[in-house]
């Protein structure tokens, strides 16, 4: 890849996974003379939560109407949707039943339904039967919502795609181009120093740090949540995605299956604390400080239990063990196989931002900025679907900033 000189930039964008790339193509659309660039601290783009995620286009049903999360994911689906469908790229219409597994989640149906009304998406109340003809091996108790719109998708290829595109509309990406730090208006990376008039932060599982170098964001740190998949082999089918009904005050969706687009079926994600941003598997990623400052909060967290944090932390490490993560998502498809499902998958980790001085978890997107940076401080699911509009929402709002 290109050495980055010291010419200096309009744009700086850090971070290329799904959030950097759609937002520099974007800030290049809107300002097409502007030297924008993109920087990644790593060989390639995309090998985090963008590389790493489950591919669920969502249909935006989940989040309360006045979120972000809701603003963008509706037409976020549809946008990538109807690009992978242009480009011809792998996507697997296959939808998604979110089934009951007692009477007790029936009001949570009720209010998913109001949800899916106030943001515009559609879904269909189905009973017993309609679950039957839709995945005979799904099982409700009594009514379950089946959204049409879901779909999966292979995140690296839409990535590429996407990177792509923002190259041949003038974007310069440097790979192996870490951000470092920033003085006054010339920022200096692991490739080379130049000056940047405004930068944009999207850089995931580090965007705290980068925020806090230009005095954003400081009642936040990113808190590492990993999420495992374990495969079923192929005897294992299925054709739709199936969930259980969310408890709309977790971030996370609960165990699940989801149906790649190449038609495998996979459970998980889990959302396991990790004790440092990147680690993978082993001691990959593995940095003293790092590691010494997550493990501290979320010592005191298990302590505190701030959040139900001791609990989550507690029910997540148990699905550790593949039979009881095989034996959670059999309430949703009772036949499941588990010796069918023996092999986990590359895991992936939630950047989820916690707020230390009201001691709880961010559950929308943040963007905090000044007249010259922009930090993306939450982008936790379903930014992928989201990235094309909140790339437009994000380029709106430098606009603000800039002038
Ligand atoms: C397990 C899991 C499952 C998910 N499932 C879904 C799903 O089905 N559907 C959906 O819509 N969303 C899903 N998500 C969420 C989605 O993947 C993320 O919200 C999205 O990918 C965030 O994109 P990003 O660009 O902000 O972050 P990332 O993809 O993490 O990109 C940030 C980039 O910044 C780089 N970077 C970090 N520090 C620096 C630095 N100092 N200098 C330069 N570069 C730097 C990193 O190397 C990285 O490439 C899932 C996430 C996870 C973890």
Redesign the pocket.
């Known amino acids: 890849m290109t050495t980055p000189g010291s010419e200096a930039v309009d744009f700086l964008v850090?971070?290329?996974?799904?959030?950097?790339i759609t937002c520099a193509a974007a800030l290049k659309r809107k300002y097409p003379d502007a030297r924008v660039r993109l920087?990644?601290?790593?060989a390639t783009l995309?090998?985090?939560?963008?590389g790493?995620?489950?591919?669920?286009l969502?249909a935006g049903f989940y989040y309360s109407s006045s979120s972000l999360k809701a603003r963008f994911s509706r037409d976020g689906c549809r946008r990538l949707t109807e690009y992978c469908l242009e480009r011809d790229l792998p996507i697997n219409r296959c939808g998604k039943l979110v089934v009951a597994q007692s009477e007790s989640d029936h009001a949570g149906i009720d209010e998913l339904k109001r949800r899916a009304e106030a943001n515009g998406v559609r879904v269909e109340e189905v009973d017993e039967a309609g679950v039957a003809e839709i995945e005979p091996r799904a099982r409700t108790v009594g009514r379950a919502l089946f959204s049409p719109t879901t779909a999966s998708v292979h995140p690296g290829k839409v990535l590429q795609a996407l990177a792509a595109d923002a190259k041949a509309l003038g974007v310069e990406i440097l790979t192996a181009a870490?951000?470092i730090r920033r003085e006054s208006d010339v920022v200096h990376t692991a490739a080379g120093s130049f000056p940047a008039r405004f930068v944009v932060n999207?850089?995931?599982?580090?965007a705290d740090k980068?925020a806090h170098d230009h005095g954003i964001g400081r009642r936040y740190r990113i808190l590492p949540f990993k999420?495992l998949y374990l495969f079923g082999d192929k005897r294992e089918k299925l054709r739709t995605n199936v969930y259980p009904v969310p408890d709309l005050g977790n971030p996370f969706a609960g165990v699940h299956f989801t149906v790649t687009v190449d038609g495998h079926v996979k459970i998980g994600?889990t959302a396991t604390p990790a004790f440092w941003r990147e680690q993978y598997a082993g001691l990959s990623g593995f940095k003293l400080g790092e590691f010494a400052e997550i493990a501290a909060r979320e010592i005191s967290l298990l302590t505190r239990n701030d959040f139900g944090f001791r609990d989550l932390a507690m029910a997540e490490i148990r699905k550790y063990s593949r039979p009881r993560l095989a034996a959670l998502a059999a309430r949703l498809v009772p036949d499941i196989e588990p010796e069918h499902f023996r092999t986990w998958g590359p895991p992936?980790?939630?950047?989820q931002l916690f707020d230390v001085e009201q001691r709880k978890l961010e559950m929308d997107f943040v963007v905090e900025g000044d007249e010259r940076s922009l930090h993306?401080l939450n982008?936790?699911?379903?930014?992928?679907?989201c990235s094309l509009p909140f790339a437009d929402h994000l380029v709106a709002r430098v606009a603000e900033l800039a002038t």
């Open positions: 850090v971070g290329g996974g799904i959030v950097g920087i990644e601290k790593d995309g090998g985090h939560a963008s790493r995620n489950s591919g669920v969502h870490a951000y999207a850089a995931g599982l580090y980068i999420g994600p992936g980790i939630r950047a993306v982008a936790v699911s379903p930014a992928f679907t």
